[in-house]
C-alpha cells in the first residue's frame, strides 16, 4: 500500500452492480484495496470522495475466478518448472485482460520431482490475476480416465495420507486436489485434506455413484471437468455426474462442479442438462492450456508442436485437438448464450461460485463490502472493458478511459 | 426531523438507512450538511437539545417537508403533544406502534418504543412549512387539520397559525373535506396558472 493512495476514497458512478444476485444501479466505493460501505463513511466521516468515475453505465462484476487453468501464454504449468515465478506471473498478466483477476494454476499428473521442484516455488503475489492455491490434478487417478495425462506417472493411494505428502512434498501453496475416490484409501485421505483446509476434487475417474458420496461425505466439494474424464452418466449407475441430483449429500454442503463452456468440450445440451439440474454448484473453468491467448498458427510448446486454428488448439498437422484455449470471458458469454441464462447468473458461475466452493467468499467473488476490491466492468455483451484489482486499474479496453481511469496497464505484450 | 430510539442505524427501518438509501447517495450533498437525531446517542436529552442548537447555528429552518400520520401527528408529535414543543424523546402511541408493526416482522417487541422528534413549536419556526397528504387513509387527518380547530390531539392542526404552509394532497386525501373547501382551493389553481404564465 503506498502512501500516496493511503485511505484514498474512489466512488465509481453511473454503474450496475452485481450484488445480492440482481443487477442494481448504485454507486461503488472503494478504499485501500477494499470495497467499503458508504453508509458510515457519510454519517460518521462525513467525506466525500475523493475520486469520482463515471462507469458510463458499465456493469460492474467481481473479477472472474479460474479453478483450473494448465497455462498460458506459452506457458505450461507442469513443464516450466525451472521458470516457475516467471512463467506464473506471464500467465497472470496476460489473465487479466479475459476479466480474471484470481486463479489456481493447474498442475497436472506430473513425476514427484516437479511437485518437489515447483511447489515451493509458487509466487504469493503477482503483477496481475492473483494465485489462489495450486490445482492438483493428479496423479491419484484412475489410469483408464487419465485423459491426457502422462501413464507412467499416475500413482495409487496404497501409502494413504503419508503416501501422498511424499510424492507432493509440501502442501503449503496448494489449494485445490483433485483425485479419484474409488482409489483404495481415498476415504482417510480426503478426510485429513479437507481438514487440512484443501478443497478436494473429484475427477479423472471411473467412481459409481456410490463411491462419489462417499468421497463428499468425507470432505469432497467439487467435480473436476463434469462430464471430461469420467464415467458417463448411466440411468442405473449414475456415477459422478448423479452427484448433482444424489439426495446422500450432507445437509449444508454443496457439491460444486467445474464444466468447460468452450464451445467444444461440452456439448450446449449437456451445459443445459447440468445447469438445469443443479444451478447453485455450477461453476465455469477454462482448463487452458499454454495455447491460451497465442495467436493463429504453429507453436513449440515445450515438447509440443501444436496449431491455433479457428480459436481452437489442435497437435500440429492433425484435427485432433490438445485442450482448451477459450478464455474465461468468453466461457461465460458462449455459456449465457446456450443456457439461456441471466446476466447476473453466468457472471456468478465464474465469480461467486468458485468462492464458494474455496470458502473465500468473504473476500472474493463478490461485491460485499470488506471484499477485495478485484472487479471487472463488462458491457452488456459481456465483454470485458477494465479490469481491477487491489482497487486499481489493471487494464484497460480503450484509451480513453485508461486515461481516466489511471490505468496502470501490465499487460505483457 | 426524526429517528427511532435503539435502533441500530443500519436497521433497514432506521431513517438514517432510509434517508440514505433514498436521497443521500443519489445526489452530491456534502455529508458535513446533514443532521439526522441520532436515537444511540448516550445522553437523549442531550442530543434534542444539540439538535435544536444546530437549527439556530443554521440561522433557522428554511423549509419544512413532512407527512402526517393517520392520527393527525407530524414528526413523533402524537396526539397530546404540546403545541410549542421542541426536539425532544417522545413515547410512540399504540396506533403508530401497530402502523409500524409491519415494517417489523409485525413483531410487536422488535418495534421501537420512543423517537426522537422534533417538536410542533420547532417546525412553527421554519419559516416555509410543506405538507404532504396522499391517500384515503389520511383523509380524516386533513379534514382534523384543516376544517378544525387547532387541537394538540391533531398536531398538524397548529400550522393554521403559521404564515406559510403549503399543503400539497392527491384527490383521495381531500374525501373527507367539505366539497366547498376542496372547490375553492382548486380554483385557486386556474389564479395561480394565470399569475405564473408569461414567467
Redesign the interface.
Known amino acids: 500500500m503506498s502512501a500516496s493512495r493511503e485511505n484514498v476514497l474512489v466512488q465509481f458512478t453511473n454503474c450496475r452492480l452485481v450484488r445480492n444476485h440482481q443487477l442494481v444501479k ?2 461503488l466505493w472503494i478504499r485501500n484495496g477494499r470495497i467499503i ?3 458510515p ?3 460518521d ?4 470522495a475523493h475520486k469520482r468515475f463515471d462507469c458510463n453505465n458499465a456493469i460492474i462484476a467481481a473479477g472472474y475466478i479460474d479453478l483450473q487453468i494448465n497455462g498460458g501464454f506459452g506457458v505450461d504449468f507442469s513443464y516450466d518448472t525451472d521458470t516457475v515465478e516467471e512463467g506464473i506471473n506471464k500467465v497472470a498478466c496476460g489473465l487479466i485482460k479475459t476479466g480474471v483477476t484470481s486463479f489456481c494454476p493447474t498442475i497436472v499428473t506430473s513425476p514427484m520431482e516437479t511437485y518437489h521442484k515447483v511447489l515451493p516455488r509458487i509466487p504469493e503475489t503477482t503483477n496481475g490475476a492473483g494465485v489462489l492455491g495450486v490445482h492438483l490434478e493428479g496423479p491419484f487417478i484412475n489410469i483408464k480416465k487419465k485423459g491426457a495425462h502422462p501413464e507412467e506417472c499416475i500413482k495409487s493411494l496404497e501409502n494413504g495420507f503419508q503416501g501422498l505428502m511424499d510424492v507432493y512434498g509440501s502442501l503449503k501453496n496448494v489449494k485445490i486436489i483433485t483425485l479419484a475416490p474409488e482409489l483404495e484409501s481415498s476415504e482417510n485421505v480426503i478426510k485429513q485434506l479437507t481438514e487440512q483446509g484443501i478443497t478436494v476434487a473429484v475427477g479423472h475417474s471411473m467412481a459409481s455413484l456410490k463411491h462419489g458420496e462417499a468421497a463428499v461425505q468425507n470432505g469432497a466439494t467439487l467435480i473436476t471437468h463434469l462430464f471430461n474424464a469420467m464415467s458417463s452418466f448411466h440411468h442405473r449407475d449414475p456415477g459422478l455426474v448423479g452427484l448433482l441430483a444424489s439426495d446422500d449429500i450432507p445437509k449444508g454442503q454443496t457439491v460444486y462442479f467445474g464444466i468447460i463452456s468452450d464451445g467444444v468440450h461440452t456439448h450446449p445440451t449437456a451445459l443445459r442438462i447440468a445447469h438445469r439440474t443443479h444451478p447453485q454448484g455450477l461453476c465455469l473453468v477454462t482448463d487452458a492450456i499454454s495455447a491460451l491467448g497465442l495467436e493463429e498458427g504453429i507453436h513449440h510448446i515445450g515438447q509440443f508442436k501444436l496449431e491455433v486454428k479457428d480459436s481452437m488448439a489442435f497437435v500440429a498437422g492433425t484435427n485432433t485437438l490438445c485442450g482448451s484455449i477459450a478464455p474465461l470471458d468468453e466461457c461465460v458469454r458462449i455459456f449465457r448464450k446456450a443456457t439461456n441464462c441471466s446476466t447476473v447468473y453466468a457472471i456468478e458461475a465464474a465469480t461467486l461460485h468458485p468462492a464458494k466452493c474455496l470458502k473465500i467468499e468473504k473476500s472474493k467473488g463478490t461485491l460485499d463490502f470488506d471484499s477485495d476490491a478485484d472487479f471487472i466492468m463488462l458491457d452488456d455483451d459481456l465483454n470485458v472493458l477494465s479490469t481491477w484489482i487491489d482497487g486499481k486499474c489493471v487494464y484497460c479496453n480503450n484509451e480513453v478511459t485508461k486515461k481516466t481511469f489511471s490505468c496502470n496497464d501490465s499487460v505483457q505484450n | 426531523m426524526d429517528e427511532y430510539v435503539g435502533l441500530p442505524r443500519d436497521h433497514p427501518e432506521s431513517y438514517h438507512y432510509y434517508m440514505f438509501e433514498n436521497f443521500f447517495k443519489h445526489i452530491n450533498i456534502d455529508p458535513k450538511n446533514v443532521h439526522i437525531l441520532d436515537g444511540n446517542a448516550p445522553d437523549l436529552v442531550a442530543e434534542c437539545n444539540k439538535f435544536e442548537e444546530k437549527i439556530k447555528e443554521a440561522g433557522g429552518v428554511e423549509l419544512f417537508i413532512g407527512g402526517i400520520g393517520p392520527d393527525g401527528h407530524i414528526a413523533f408529535n402524537e396526539p397530546g403533544s404540546s403545541l410549542v414543543s421542541r426536539t425532544r424523546v417522545k413515547t410512540l402511541a399504540q396506533d403508530t406502534l401497530e402502523a409500524n408493526a409491519r415494517f417489523f416482522d409485525n413483531d410487536m417487541s422488535k418495534v421501537p418504543r420512543q423517537a426522537l422528534t422534533v417538536g410542533v413549536g420547532t417546525v412553527m419556526d421554519a419559516k416555509e412549512v410543506m405538507i404532504l397528504i396522499t391517500g384515503a387513509h389520511k383523509a380524516f387527518a386533513l379534514y382534523k387539520a384543516i376544517e378544525e380547530g387547532v387541537n394538540h390531539m391533531w398536531t398538524v392542526s397548529a400550522f393554521q397559525q403559521h404564515p406559510n404552509t403549503l399543503m400539497l394532497c392527491d384527490e383521495d386525501a381531500t374525501l373527507e373535506l367539505r366539497v366547498k373547501t376542496v372547490k375553492y382551493f382548486k380554483c385557486l389553481m386556474d389564479v395561480h396558472m394565470k399569475l405564473i404564465d408569461g414567467m
Not at chain 1, 466521516?45 to 466525500?48: A, T
Request: zero cysteines; proline letters at 8%; glycine letters at 0%.
Open positions: 448504485d454507486d460501505n458508504p453508509e463513511v457519510f454519517f466521516e462525513k467525506n466525500l
